[in-house]
């Protein structure tokens, strides 16, 4: 049996700049932390010839063709499988739709394990393209590359988007002291609500494709913001950091109606209110989990517990995409 596992992440500046539709004319820059919540995959052999999948649904079936699970199903597809005889179970710390890159950790860890089970390696850049390859060339999904590099690479990486589809990957340099300050003031809140990341990014893939003004403009912003939040983490300047962190939010608001709602908003007030220097929600938008950057930490958490949300504890992963067990 075969355990791998990917981190999920959080942006930390320069999100949505790693679409294809965006960088390919303009290059991408941005940088994201892994955290230690993960999607874990075991693959093993049954005694019997087939599939048998286990994750939100069970699945057997006799050939690659047949699997509903479109990520499963392209993976196996490029495994190049005579005689299926393969069995997948997928676990997660957090579920889908939450905006902590899920789809790119599942995708990551599943072909860790696969390549593992046939003990070939995968170095983390490697890896990361694979998995880019599956959602964005033969799935079509309307995504960028950050989820899948940071959950190959861990740790906090600041990652460049090259026109030429090239990606440049090099670690934070961020002082020790003040990288346990940031993990210590970075707080998540799950909002409760979950969403389709696609439905968000396809209006920016769309817009991006046709050059609206607006939404380029908007785009290039937040790549300046993520060069800028680079500069101030490497400074050791957490605070700075939380206020440019609601500066990327107010205008990543800019970029699309369904990016926030009135109880989101409600919640993000009360949080600057009561010792948030600065946050935003995680992802593409719409729902998922509220990050802030935390001043004073105890009235933070007095008052999103008081609005009812729940917190998601956390620290960095620096490991990445890894077998656990072999």
Known sequence: ?????????ISLGGGGTDLPSYYRDHGGFLVAAAIDKYVYITVTRPFTEGIFLKYSQLEQVAGVSEVKHRII????LMQELKTPQVEIAALADIPAGTGLGSSGSFTTALLKALYAHRRHLLLPHDLAEL?????IDRLGEPIGKQDQYIAAYGGLTCFTFNRDDSVAASPLGIPIDDLFELEDRLMLFFTGFTRNAGDLLRDQKEKSQKNDRA????LHYVKHLGLRSREALE????????RLMHEHWEN????????TNPRIDHWYNRALASGAVGGKLVGAGGGGFLMFL???KTRLRRAMREEGLEELRFRFDFDGSKVVLS
């Open 1 to 9: 049996m075969i355990i791998a596992r990917s981190p999920l992440r």
């Open 73 to 76: 199903r392209e993976a196996l």
């Open 131 to 135: 998995a880019c390859h599956i959602e």
């Open 215 to 218: 939404m380029l403009d908007n």
């Open 235 to 242: 400074k050791g300047d957490v605070f700075a950091f939380g």
């Open 252 to 259: 990543k608001k800019k970029r699309s109606g369904g990016m």
């Open 294 to 296: 935390a001043e004073d």
